[in-house]
């Protein structure tokens, strides 16, 4: 009988996982299944440049059916799991509940924004974690521009021309570089948004930026966005937001009507449903081989699973996508040898380079010790991503957005309707109404007519 082998996850982790097991598998002896909620990969280095108008939505992402060959894939959501009978709750699109069987399962669910309970921020902040979210913040910005150019005020336009980021991450870091850079590109068709100028707050409450990346390479991004007029507040926390404010422990409240949170990820709750063992920190407890602890044929990577990290000892890998894919093909050899009675290879990755795009053609990278600053690491960056993202025609795209960008500037037309349509009964004439209860000609007068 076939193998079974279920995938729970398509992003970094689980494409690359179901590509490398496409390969080690005979077709005819295994069944693959890539269970996950979209039809794509998100590539998320790319998501600020998604939010930032200089590249295409739909240039960011990797569409599953594309890449796979021959393993099968089903949009549901995982709902839990149970490891002694071997399967995986499932709702399926049509919303029914279904329990599908497994033999080997390689769980890769990523992981969702850490919301700390801070007064206002879940119902005012906004996250950075997702496209939809990516393109709300795009649109918030012009939609604030517009907005403040119609504002009268000076000092309301200003709640709306000042833009707060909260994480001093990858994705915050980035973030607010691109989004700065989007803003300062489509200022000048607003002349008196451009006159008052636009402010950009990052905060972070550890003392530095980018704690994945060496320090001066970290005081060099720091000087460059300090430069672009990015206010820096290191060992500042977040203690309120409100829809027009955010209050700082510092006691500063800032008046703003843009709150973006990134400061830090953790497992989505479904890891808590799986039955299995976890860390202190919620992730999923695996060996070096990414084996479950305890269990034999359930396997688990990326941002949900605590790989101990072959660079420090006794820590669990950091979040990255250059680890998740990475272990996405060594779990694929190591359930491809399970079978094959081989010996299991374990994780031995460490990180050989680090990109933080700022906008504006400058970066900061280091790569196999060698640091780059400014336009040089701005290319290598770019390059990497080009090498890195699968399928020519994908990577084509991206050097066209890029370029068209470059020559010609970028957008500045708000688009929050798109997938959103009016009904159809919003176009519907209102019913004509006879008689007195419509208000108009008495019956009787209308009949002489
Ligand atoms: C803005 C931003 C920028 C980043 N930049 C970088 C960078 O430059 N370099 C880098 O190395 N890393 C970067 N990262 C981190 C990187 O995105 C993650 O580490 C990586 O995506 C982890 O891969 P994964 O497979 O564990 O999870 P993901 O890629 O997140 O995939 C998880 C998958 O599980 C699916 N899923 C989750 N829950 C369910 C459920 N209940 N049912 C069904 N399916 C489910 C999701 O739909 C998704 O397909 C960035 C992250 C962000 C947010």
Redesign the pocket.
């Known amino acids: 009988m076939a193998l079974n082998v279920v995938i729970a ?6 494409l690359h996982a179901a590509r490398r097991l496409e390969r080690r598998l005979p077709r005819h002896s295994a069944r693959i299944t890539l ?4 039809n794509f ?2 590539y ?2 790319l ?2 440049g998604a939010a930032s108008g200089a590249l295409e939505p739909r240039h960011v992402v990797v569409p599953l059916r594309e890449e796979l060959d021959w393993a099968e894939i089903r949009l ?3 709902n839990g799991a149970d490891p002694k009978a071997k399967t995986l709750a499932l709702t399926t699109l049509d919303g029914r509940e279904v329990d599908m069987d497994y033999d080997q399962l390689v769980v ?4 969702v924004s850490r919301v700390l309970p801070i007064p206002g921020l879940a119902e005012h902040g906004v996250g ?2 997702t496209l939809p979210e990516a393109i709300a913040l795009r649109n918030r910005a012009v939609l604030h521009l517009e907005t403040a150019e119609a504002i009268d005020d000076r000092e309301q336009r200003r709640e709306y021309l000042t833009f707060v980021y909260v994480g001093a991450g ?2 915050g870091l ?2 607010i570089a691109e989004l700065q850079d989007y803003v300062t590109d489509v200022i000048d068709r607003y002349p008196r948004c451009r006159l008052d100028g636009t402010r950009w707050i990052l905060v972070e409450a550890m003392d530095r930026v980018m704690p994945e990346i060496p320090a001066s390479l970290a005081q060099f991004a720091t000087r460059e966005l300090r430069g672009r007029g990015i206010e820096i507040r290191t060992g500042t926390r977040l203690d309120e937001v409100t829809e027009r404010s955010a209050r700082l422990s510092t006691g500063e409240t800032i008046a703003t009507r843009t709150v973006c949170w990134t400061a830090g990820v953790k497992p ?1 709750a ?1 890891v808590r449903e799986l039955g299995l063992p976890l860390t202190d920190g919620g992730r999923i407890d695996v060996d070096a081989t990414m084996r479950v602890k305890g269990q034999q044929c359930v396997w688990a990577i ?3 699973a605590a790989v101990p990290d072959p660079a420090r000892k006794g820590q669990p890998c950091p ?4 680890h ?1 894919l990475r272990q996405g093909r060594v779990v694929a050899d190591n359930v491809a040898r399970t079978l094959a009675g081989g010996r299991l290879r374990k994780f031995r990755y460490r990180t050989l380079g680090v ?1 933080v795009d700022m906008g504006q053609h400058k970066a900061v990278a280091t790569m196999l010790g060698v640091r780059l600053r400014g336009f040089p690491a701005w290319f290598a960056a770019r390059t990497y991503h080009l090498v890195m993202m699968p399928g020519l025609a994908r990577r084509w795209r991206l050097m066209f957005d890029w370029t068209v960008g470059l020559l010609f500037g970028r957008a500045s037309a708000e688009l929050g309707g798109l997938g959103h349509p009016q009904g159809l009964d919003a176009q519907l004439d209102p019913p004509v109404q006879t008689g007195e209860a419509s208000g108009g000609l008495p019956a009787a007068a209308e009949s002489t007519r």
């Open positions: 996850g398509g992003g970094f982790g689980g269970v996950t909620q979209e990969m998100l998320t280095p998501l600020p549901a959501r995982i890769s669910l990523g992981s950075f974690k990858y994705a980035e973030g989505p479904v990326g941002d949900a979040p990255t996508a250059q998740a990109f």
